[in-house]
């Protein structure tokens, strides 16, 4: 940066100094509407839990008293919008914080994915195969935020189909390949790139039922970004669904 005053300053330099300006205000006007995107979205979202629970908590108000089979089914409707709301309000607090370069060092991210999937297989009593191709691959990065990532995949691949699941790790030169391969429903060519939009579900009322939020892979398109890596989606319908993760390698690999 050179600090320029206006009287020593030339027409070019005055000239950059205005691009520059209008760069940062270009720059700062993008970053605030996508915040009062992320706003909207979010307080669009909470609504409809938000009105369950009051509809519900009038209708026990009101002939709660002498019916327990009504206030069986409200308090269960109200605790499983809670929950939800719990849930959307967590992910997006992650959402607004992950930020580049925190806490990055060398990790193991075979051994990472074999623990997913050993968890993964211990919780939803799924049939879960894991293969990889090296037994060390060492990747730089958050390994939490990294789990989170192959957490959002095992995630929805068990979510939303039956068969068994595989995630393989492969090395590829400088690059490391994590895929989970589903036999589910897959995903329609023309939703593919929506799927990684923030709230964006296929299915709302199927998503709805399997808990989703939306936001889980905007999540963790986010956290690949910031660790200069890629994800992509290769799926057909009918025949399930790819999600591959693609990450440099540490130089120290
Ligand atoms: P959600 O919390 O709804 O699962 P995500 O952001 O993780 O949110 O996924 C967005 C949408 O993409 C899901 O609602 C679902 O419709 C679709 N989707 C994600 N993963 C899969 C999958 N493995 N098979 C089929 N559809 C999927």
């Known amino acids: 940066w050179k600090k320029i005053s206006e009287a020593d300053a030339s027409n070019d330099e005055l000239y950059e100094m205005k691009i520059t300006f209008n760069r940062m205000i270009d720059y700062l006007r993008e970053n605030f509407e996508k915040q009062e995107m992320f706003v ?26 002498d019916n327990p089979e009504l206030l069986e089914e409200s308090t269960e409707a109200i605790e499983s919008q809670a929950d939800r709301m719990q849930k959307l309000v967590e992910q997006m607090l992650l959402l607004a914080k992950l930020k580049d370069g925190e806490d990055y060092k060398p990790f193991n991210i075979v051994e990472l994915c074999r623990s997913a999937a050993e968890t993964f297989e211990g919780a939803y009593h799924r049939d879960i195969v894991f293969n990889a191709t090296a037994d ?20 929805n691949a068990v979510k ?3 068969n068994t699941v595989k995630l393989s790790v492969k090395r590829d030169g400088g690059y490391v390949e994590v895929a989970v391969q589903d036999k589910g429903p897959g995903i329609p060519e023309s939703e593919q790139e929506k799927i990684f939009d923030r709230f964006y ?6 998503s709805r039922e ?30 399930g669904s790819t999600f ?3 990450l440099p390698v540490s130089h120290e690999s």
């Not at 060390?136 to 995630?155: P, T």
């Not at 579900?201 to 199927?206: E, H, V």
Request: aromatic residues 4%.
């Open 40 to 65: 909207s979205d979010a307080s669009h979202e909470l609504k409809t839990p938000i009105s369950i629970v009051k509809s519900y908590s009038q209708l026990m108000k009101r002939r709660g008293a």
């Open 136 to 155: 060390n691959v060492q990747v730089n990065g958050s390994d939490d935020q990294l789990q989170q990532v192959v957490y959002i995949l095992m995630d």
């Open 160 to 162: 939303y189909s039956q």
């Open 201 to 206: 579900r296929i299915d709302q009322s199927r």
């Open 210 to 239: 399997t808990g989703g939020t939306g936001l889980g892979l905007s999540i963790a398109k986010t956290i690949v970004r910031v660790h200069n890596g890629t994800l992509t989606v290769s799926s057909e319908k009918g025949a």
């Open 244 to 246: 591959t993760l693609t």
